[in-house]
């Protein structure tokens, strides 16, 4: 039969309301994460990304968590605005030999209501 | 503008056509990488490029074959493709691979395998 297309979560959310979205990752071995969004016919673009040796970092208006015990990351959004409406990826760096190697998981959309 | 320009945007061809996907970047980089994103699946890593060499290739089928002239130029040639190639391809660049770096993607090229 043919096959389906992914099913992405989604958080819709109104605007100026705080945003948070989660992720699993799977690796325990993994020491670097980012998250990035991708907004309609473009490619991912770089939010915040955070080192295994921090638990939390913050950006403008984003601020990224990290749960190493639970290997979970999420990303909070404040004031949420329409302009952040886009799938929100997270990424784990699984290494490798060389050191960087990106593993994406399979996004959330994220709704701004005006 | 994310200093990663991929050409062309859109493409359509056949299964016994031959192509080419171009992605040049002007960030200073010395690591370019090739995605595949699709409906069915995350993004996917296809093939790593550092200081020219491939340090990286992610099972990927002999139909694509990537070349790298030098740092700053990454091609992924296309032969005999199949429907369910059709994706939208993500060319990314980083300082390098040998530390965690986050990756500048480009817009990407939406191929459509008839």
């Known amino acids: 039969g043919e096959s389906v297309g992914l099913h992405l979560p989604t958080l819709s959310v109104q605007e100026g309301d705080n945003s948070i979205i989660n992720c699993a990752y799977s690796n325990s071995a993994s020491d670097y994460f980012i998250w990035y969004k991708q907004e309609s016919g473009k490619g991912p673009q770089f939010i915040i990304d955070i080192r295994s040796n921090m638990d939390k970092r913050q950006g403008q208006r984003v601020t990224v968590l990290l749960n190493k015990t639970v290997k979970h990351l999420s990303l909070q959004i404040a004031a949420t605005q329409p302009g952040d409406s886009a799938v929100y990826f997270c990424?784990?760096?699984?290494?490798?030999?060389?050191?960087?190697?990106?593993?994406f998981g399979a996004g959330t959309i994220l709704r701004v209501k005006s | 503008e994310t200093g990663v320009t991929q050409t062309p945007r859109h493409l359509v061809m056949g299964m016994t056509n031959k192509k080419s996907l171009k992605c040049e970047q002007h960030?200073?980089?010395?690591?370019m990488y090739w995605y595949k994103q699709s409906a069915k699946k995350p993004l996917e890593l296809m093939f790593v490029y550092n200081f020219k060499e491939q340090t990286e290739n992610n099972s990927v089928p002999s139909r694509f074959s990537p070349e790298c002239p030098n740092s700053s130029h990454l091609f992924l040639h296309l032969h005999t493709l199949q429907p369910e190639d059709s994706a939208l391809y993500l060319c990314?660049?980083?300082?390098?691979?040998?530390?965690?770096?986050?990756?500048?993607f480009g817009s990407g090229t939406q191929l459509s395998v008839l």
């Open positions: 990424a784990e760096n699984e290494g490798g030999v060389y050191g960087n190697k990106l593993v």
């Open positions: 990314a660049s980083s300082q390098a691979t040998a530390t965690n770096e986050k990756l500048f």
């Open positions: 960030l200073g980089h010395n690591a």
